[in-house]
T-cell receptor
Framework: SAVISQKPSRDICQRGTSLTIQCQVDSQVTMMFWYRQQPGQSLTLIATANQGSEATYESGFVIDKFPISRPNLTFSTLTVSNMSPEDSSIYLC????????????FGPGTRLLVL | AQSVAQPEDQVNVAEGNPLTVKCTYS??????LFWYVQYPNRGLQFLLKYITGDNLVKGSYGFEAEFNKSQTSFHLKKPSALVSDSALYFC??????????????FGSGTRLSIRP
């Protein structure tokens, strides 16, 4: 399966600022996703990052708060905008390698603490 | 709508003993079922999956899981636990009754603690 990396691995940010998280894959993949894992919680899908078009957001998540880019088949970014302490979470990128693939593979995550 | 339940927040097992982490699911079509493991300060690692065929699937690190359609369960098992198996385990389901773009839904997670 593809090797997935995320930058930064962790960060501590002040409220009101924004952070952009990068997800890089070592091979072309069809689907890329962004998840949030709040402390002690399960994973919640934020959006599907579509190559060359706007991301598809899940209920409760909006583009103004979580703008996403996917300029090509190996890279995506998630920005957490105007952060508050409630945004403190692990943010995870995942991929599906090809159309019809059943399994998602995850990056190592970005641990964000907002003060 | 699809859903997945992990009824135990925590499972404690002595090293060398067998372990079971429980998972039940609800889907409208046929399920694709997955187990992932998350070690401290790490992302999710794929362990194993059931798509079709043999109900007993084997995965990484000696883990296996049994698909039981009548009980709508997919319990994770290992014959002999290791201290290094201590981690957070997530069960997940994808409902093939929807389109191929259907989402994967994750359970709430079970923390497995193996004591020496």
């Amino acid at each position: 399966s593809a090797v997935i990396s995320q930058k930064p691995s962790r960060d501590i940010c002040q409220r009101g600022t924004s952070l952009t998280i990068q997800c890089q894959v070592d091979s072309q993949v069809t689907m890329m996703f962004w998840y949030r894992q709040q402390p002690g919680q399960s994973l919640t899908l934020i959006a599907t990052a579509n190559q060359g078009s706007e991301a598809t957001y899940e209920s409760g998540f909006v583009i103004d708060k979580f703008p996403i880019s996917r300029p090509n088949l190996t890279f995506s970014t998630l920005t957490v905008s105007n952060m508050s302490p409630e945004d403190s979470s692990i943010y995870l990128c995942s991929v599906e390698n090809f159309i019809g693939e059943e399994t998602q593979y995850f990056g190592p995550g970005t641990r964000l603490l907002v003060l | 709508a699809q859903s997945v339940a992990q009824p135990e927040d925590q499972v404690n097992v002595a090293e060398g003993n067998p372990l079971t982490v429980k998972c039940t699911y609800s889907v409208s079509g046929n399920p694709y079922l997955f187990w992932y493991v998350q070690y401290p300060n790490r992302g999710l690692q794929f362990l194993l999956k059931y798509i079709t065929g043999d109900n007993l699937v084997k995965g990484s690190y000696g883990f296996e899981a049994e698909f039981n359609k009548s009980q709508t369960s997919f319990h994770l098992k290992k014959p002999s636990a290791l201290v290094s198996d201590s981690a957070l385990y997530f069960c997940a389901v994808r409902d093939t009754g929807y389109s191929s773009a259907s989402k994967i839904i994750f359970g709430s997670g079970t923390r497995l603690s193996i004591r020496p």
